[in-house]
Each structure stands twice: as C-alpha cells, then as structure tokens.
C-alpha cells in the first residue's frame, strides 16, 4: 500500500531550538497538507501545497513557522524558535486532488514536544 | 464561523448495535465532498468513506454508511453492528474549493469519541 511518510515520529526539544519536520507525500499525489493536533484546539490547517506550490498559508504562525516544498517528494515544516505551546502532534496529508475522491492519505504523525 | 461541526463530543453503543454519529456542514459552494476519518489510539487516521455533493446515493463501505441530507447540510456516520474495534475518535471533514479555485481545502470537525461496550 502507498503510504505518506512523515519523519521524525517523536522529537522532544528544548525552548528556543529549531525543529525540521518532513513529509514525504505518496507518488502522484499533488496536494500536500500540514495539520497540528491538540486536545484543545483539535485539527488546525496549518498550511497546503498544491503542485509544489503554497496555496494557504493563512493558519499558521507567520513569525516563527515555515513550509516549503523543495521538490515533488518532500514537504518541511520549520519552527525556529520553538515554544513549549507548539507541543502537539503534527500530520502531513496527499491526496490527488480529482476524481475518484477517495481520501487523502495521512502520515502517521510527528509528535513534537518542546520543554 | 464553524465549518463543520460534530454536536457529539463522546457517545457509547453496546456492541453489536448500530450507532449514528452527527456531522453538519456549512458552505456555499454547490461542488464539495464529505469525509470521515477514524483516529484509534494509536493516533494513525483512517479514512472510512466520502460523499460528493453530485452523489445521488449515499455512500456506503462494508459497515460503514453516510446518511447524507443536502438540504438539511447533514453528512451522518452510521455505523452497523459495533465491533470493539470501532472504538476510537471519528472526524467528519470537508473538501470545498479555494477561495483562490487552486485547489481543494479539507476543513475537520472537532471529533466524537465513541466507545463501544462489551
């Protein structure tokens, strides 16, 4: 089964640091999303690519996240400097965007907690 | 605001019951689709089933149905003889187009968690 790969799948840091989180969407796929999860806010949009290319951007914290998509095979997302309210669990999603709609694929998650 | 919205923060069904879970939905596009997502523990989400817009029929998938009301902007899980297994998060999502028409935005709901008793 085609899978969409997220690394790393748990990363504990310290206040302050960068953090690189990476996706690597299923082939063919040309639709890209980040999503953060958290018990209160639930799943929030953090940003999506389409054909590489950012679409909406407008979920995320502009000063301190980042979200690129250097070529077809690989998504990042940035936080420099990291907060202890960034601590969540964080998906990446593909999906073909057409017809048939038969679900966008997710990542098993990165689990990020900043101390 | 509030794009979709799941009234049901937490439902238990005895096993081997049907259950419904409540999803609602607001836009103003005539071209969208509905999702449910499943989230057990383990935290993986899994798509379970999809209804467009377009769709004369509801969808179904195994035990899986979509009790879907376009005019009361409803898209309802059912799901037929509980298993312990169902037991988990269930998110209802939407796929609309952009404001932009680049693309398709996925918007989530706040989740129900249901738990199956034995």
């Known amino acids: 089964d085609a899978r969409v790969t997220q690394t790393p799948r748990h990363k504990v840091t310290e206040m302050g640091q960068e953090v690189t989180m990476r996706c690597q969407p299923i082939?063919?796929?040309?639709?890209v999303f980040w999503y953060r999860q958290t018990m209160m806010q639930g799943l929030e949009l953090l940003a999506y690519?389409?054909?590489?290319?950012?679409?909406?951007d407008s979920g995320m914290p502009k000063d301190r996240f980042s979200a690129e998509m250097p070529d077809a095979t690989l998504a990042t997302l940035k936080i420099q400097p990291s907060e202890p309210r960034d601590s969540a669990v964080y998906f990446c999603a593909s999906g073909p965007n057409r017809d048939p709609w038969d679900g966008y694929t997710f990542g098993s998650g990165t689990r990020l907690t900043v101390v | 605001a509030q794009k979709i919205t799941q009234t049901q923060p937490g439902m238990f069904v005895q096993e081997k019951e049907a259950v419904t879970l409540d999803c609602t939905y607001d836009?103003?596009?005539?071209?969208?689709?509905l999702f449910w997502y499943k989230q057990p523990s383990s935290g993986e989400m899994i798509f379970l089933i999809y209804?467009?817009?377009?769709?004369?029929q509801n969808a179904t998938e195994g035990r899986y149905s979509l009790n879907f009301q376009k005019a009361r902007k409803s898209a309802n899980l059912v799901i037929s003889a509980s298993q312990l297994g169902d037991s988990a998060m269930y998110f209802c999502?939407?796929?609309?187009?952009?404001?932009?028409?680049?693309?398709?935005?996925?918007?989530f709901g706040g989740g129900t968690r249901l738990m199956v008793k034995p």
């Open positions: 999502a939407m796929r609309e187009p952009a404001h932009n028409n680049a693309g398709n935005m996925l918007t």
């Open positions: 690519f389409r054909n590489r290319a950012p679409l909406d």
């Open positions: 209804q467009g817009s377009y769709d004369q």
């Open positions: 836009t103003s596009d005539p071209s969208y689709g």
């Open positions: 082939l063919g796929h040309n639709t």
